[in-house]
């Protein structure tokens, strides 16, 4: 059975950005945060968070559809990447950062 998601405001402990699950953006750096307990199925249990802007918007349905939305074809052209990615090896990438670390100033 599908509970509803009771949010409210709390005081965050520190200022830092959270990802917001309702648009998918991010909250700003501030004192408060919006937050509920979602409950999933087998008992587990996962915050939900919600930025100052969907907050204002009140428009919580139509921007959670769009993030879904994204993130579903987000999904589709992660998953067409399967077998088709040509990496550089460790030794490669490492060579250039210390191409790259070299050229930089030094103060």
Do not use: Y
């Not at 408060?32 to 204002?56: K, L, N, S, Y």
């Not at 559809?65 to 074809?73: K, M, P, V, Y």
């Not at 992660?78 to 990496?87: E, H, Q, W």
């Amino acid at each position: 059975m599908m509970t509803n998601v009771k949010t409210k405001p709390r005081q965050s402990g520190m200022a830092t950005r959270r990802q917001c699950h309702v648009c998918g953006g991010r909250t700003e750096k501030r004192a408060t945060v919006c937050e509920g307990v979602q409950m999933i199925d087998g008992g587990e249990t996962r915050v939900v968070r919600i930025c100052a802007d969907c907050i204002e918007s009140r428009d919580f349905d139509k921007r959670l559809s769009a993030h879904a939305d994204a993130l579903e074809a987000e999904a589709a052209l992660t998953r067409a990447l399967i077998g088709r990615l040509s990496v550089p090896t460790v030794q490669e990438w490492r060579r250039v950062e210390a191409e790259e670390m070299a050229g930089s100033v030094n103060f």
